[in-house]
């Protein structure tokens, strides 16, 4: 109770345009978020920054608030001035098999294990996390408009997921991946219908309003 109290407290005293983002609590703090819950086709991504306890930067919000070109500018800047950073995909198979809630984690575990040193502590993007190698964590809804080393982690988390989808829209243009990078849009789901599902798209999920008309190979 009294941490949901806090993190309460913390919605109320913290704006959500980018300006006064607080920095973490103590040194060795990772910040940790995703990217891709929603998507239909693709990985979900995670990332975990460790930032200096003095870095700021104008730009830096929840990457859902800002453009595509300042995430991609911020991500260089993270990627350099970061104590450390990682980023972990996990894939559409593995997803259908394990659910999109339990991917989303085992994404933030696997960039977490990456990070050396190993960080003193963690502060989670949303509500639902699995204690990782018994290092203190705290979870906070909406934590990437409220946290620096969250928001960073956000940025590279969305980044760099929009480079793989990218990527694989190279080989699958029907899908409009290069504009919705796989989110449920208009241009997908009708790409969805006249071509049929990609080895990329996620079995588990409601592909078309039609979805008995999809048929797995």
């Not at 991504?45 to 911020?74: C, G």
């Not at 294990?113 to 960080?119: A, D, G, I, Y």
Request: hydrophobic share 35%; proline share 6%.
């Amino acid at each position: 109770m009294a941490g949901r109290k806090k993190e309460e407290k913390l919605k109320r005293q913290t704006p959500t345009n980018g300006k006064g983002l607080l920095p973490a609590d103590g040194s060795l703090v990772a910040g940790c978020d995703e990217a891709g819950r929603g998507c239909l086709a693709g990985p979900v991504t995670a990332a975990a920054v460790i930032l200096p306890e003095d870095f700021n930067h104008p730009l830096l919000n929840d990457s859902k608030q800002i453009s595509e070109k300042k995430r991609n500018l911020l991500r260089q800047i993270i990627e350099n001035e970061a104590l450390d950073w990682a980023v972990a995909m996990v894939h559409n198979e593995e997803i259908d098999r394990i659910n999109i809630l339990n991917a989303s984690i085992r994404a933030m575990h696997l960039a977490i294990e990456q990070l050396t040193p190993v960080p003193k502590s963690l502060l989670i993007d949303g509500n639902r996390f699995h204690k990782y190698n018994n290092i203190p964590h705290q979870c906070i809804v909406k934590g990437d408009s409220i946290y620096r080393c969250i928001a960073a982690a956000s940025i590279l988390a969305k980044t760099h997921r929009d480079a793989f989808m990218l990527r694989q829209h190279e080989e699958y243009p029907c899908y409009a991946w290069d504009k919705n990078k796989g989110y449920p849009t208009k241009a997908h789901r009708e790409g969805i219908e006249l071509h049929g599902p990609t080895p990329l798209h996620r079995k588990s999920f409601k592909l078309t309003e039609e979805q008995i008309s999809i048929q797995w190979k």
